[in-house]
Structures are given as structure tokens and as C-alpha cells.
């Protein structure tokens, strides 16, 4: 069975976000002075076959090896059976 | 000596690499792919500048993964010289054979002119010609070269004598201004732990001729070449 899973990557608390900096002054100016931040980061859906239990864990290795880079980002993912 | 140079889909800064090192420096230079598993007998690896895989991802991320690769960390374990030029410095960094990350450059713009940089160790393969606090200009062409590493990595690096070169204003001083990028500490360039590594943001190969904008990146190429070909420094 399929699973669809929701891979979320963002940077990190300490390390600087030039865009997410942008946008929350664009956001200040549009009239939203209650934006205290925002945080870019990116979004990907992952299609993969396997039971459950091995796509999180070879999920877990494909962030940790590719799609994150754990020395500026997190990242975290949700994995749920496809309905067909 | 001969000098591989490797070539990523995407590298566009490849033909410079091999101009500089072959035309102006006069040693044999190669063009490996990126999907080959052999450096051919390189005294010393390039990795050239460009947007290998589209920087799909993320700079670098994808390209850390060609066969090469391999091949280019076996070679950098035995001591080998490797220089990654801009996308190749993201790409070491990748590879995780250079500390820390490249983010966008602070103003989110690609930057594209001279910078000053001042060398901060003359102990290398890379700055054999060069003093320690010896000021050259050499352009950037890049919009994530913003270096960032943890406070822990930066006290090591400086500690280590591991930071290569640094932004600095014409008189070779630090300077917020001339920062362009944002880089942690003005840190255009570091330094592996055996120093035979070394990833530059600058594009020395740029600068190799009068007639387009200066020579100072001979003074980085050259020095690379020195040990091999026992030329004075």
C-alpha cells in the first residue's frame, strides 16, 4: 500500500532567515504589526510503497542523508496510507 | 603536475578553471564528468563553479552525491589538494568535508563584483604566495555564499588557523560594508582540518588577466600549483 507523506524542512531557531525576515516586513508594512516572525522552509510530498514502519524509517535517512541539511535545518514529516 | 577539473551538470565556471590552469599557468588540465569514478592521476582536484543539478534543493546537496564524488573524498583523505570555487564549496560543504552551511546572501540578491580579501594563513597549498594579511581583489558571483557555522565551529576554525581568507575594505580592514554576502565573521574561505581542502566563494579564476579586471587569483591558483611544479614562490 502506498503512503503520502508530508515532509516539512525549516531552518533553524538560530540560524538566520533572510526571506522569512523579508516577508515579515512586507507584512508589517501591509498592515499586520502583530507578525512577531515568519520562518521559510520548504514543503515536499513523498510517494513511497513499503509497510509503515520501513517508510519512517528509511524516510528518517532520506532527511537526515538529502533532503535536510541538519546543520541549518529541521525537519519533521507526517506519513499517511494513500486512499485509492 | 595536471589538474582535474570536474564537471557537474550545471558547472559553469568549469572552462575558467581550465583556462586559467592550462592557458595562463601552462600545467596540463582535464575535464573529468561528473558521473566518472576515475580523477586520472590528478596531483590536484578542482571543483568548478556553477549550479550543478539547478541547486536543486539546495546548493550542492545533489551534487555531493555524483560518482565523482567518491573518488574526490578518497582522494582529499590521502592528502590530496582539493579547491572548490564557489558552487564547489557549496558542494564540500554538502559532502561535509568542509564545516558549516552557505545560506542566501543577506540582502536575498545575487551579487555579482570585486571584493578584497585579505589572506589570513600563508601556510596552506593555496596561499603559498601570498603573505598572512596580504590584501587581493577578486570578484564574487554567487547568492548563497552568506557563511554561517555554529559559535563552537567558528572558535575552532579560528583557533585552528582554519579561515583562509576573509571580506575586507580596500585597506584591508574588516568592514561591515564590504561584507557583501553576510558572511559569520567575513569568512570567504576555509580551511579541512588537514588544510589540503579548501572551499572559496571568491572566483580567483576570474581573476587571472589584465584584460578582464586583474591577475590577484593567480596569486591562489599559483600556489596550488607550486609544490608540484617546485616554481619559486
Known sequence: ?84 | MKITVVVFPGSNCDHDAYHAFKHILGIPTRFVWHKETNLENADAVILPGGFAHGDYLRCGAIARFSPIMREVEAFAKKGGPVLGICNGFQILIEAGLLPGALLRNRSLNFICRDTYLRAEAADTPFTTRLKAGQVIRVPIAHGEGNYFADPETLKRLNGEGRVAFRYVDPNGRLNDEWNFNGSAEAIAGVLSEGRNIMGLMPHPERAVEETVGGRDGRLILGSLIDKFTRRAA
Not at chain 1, 15 to 30: E, I, R
Not at chain 1, 32 to 40: G, H, L, N, Q, T
Not at chain 1, 41 to 67: N, P, W
Request: hydrophobic share 35%; with cysteine; glycine share 6%.
Open chain 1, 1 to 84: 500500500m502506498p503512503f503520502q507523506a508530508k515532509v516539512y524542512v525549516t531552518p533553524r531557531k538560530s540560524v538566520l532567515d533572510p526571506q522569512g525576515k523579508a516577508v515579515s516586513s512586507a507584512l508589517h508594512a501591509l498592515g499586520y504589526p502583530e507578525v512577531e516572525d515568519v520562518r521559510i522552509g520548504k514543503f515536499m510530498e513523498v510517494r513511497l510503497g513499503g509497510d509503515r514502519q520501513a517508510a519512517t524509517a528509511r524516510l528518517e535517512e532520506m532527511c537526515k542523508k538529502l533532503l535536510a541539511n541538519t546543520t541549518i535545518e529541521d525537519y519533521r514529516f507526517e506519513i499517511e496510507e494513500e486512499r485509492s
